[in-house]
């Protein structure tokens, strides 16, 4: 296995989810992005619901609104 450096463009809000979600789980950013693209190429949930209430407390410190429903809408300004 070979991993490299990216550059990546994300919206504000939710890297900063990410980033403390990945802090709560003891682990780096780019480990958590590759479990949860790695889960999602085999169909299956990332998280648990313990998880998934951290997450919804992250999203609410950070003001993160957007939904899976905003994925692939999202404009540049």
Avoid: C, W
Avoid at 1 to 15: A, D, F, S, Y
Avoid at 23 to 43: K, N, Q, R, T
Wanted: net charge negative.
């Amino acid at each position: 296995m070979q991993r490299t450096q990216t550059g990546l463009r994300i919206e504000r809000n939710t890297l900063k989810v990410l980033k403390g979600l990945a802090e709560y789980l003891d682990m780096s950013l780019g480990d958590l992005v590759e479990g949860i693209v790695l889960h999602a190429f085999e169909g299956k949930a990332p998280f648990g619901p313990e998880t998934l209430a951290k997450i919804g407390q992250l999203k609410e410190v950070y003001g993160l609104t957007l939904t899976a429903a905003d994925a692939h809408r999202l404009e540049e300004r």
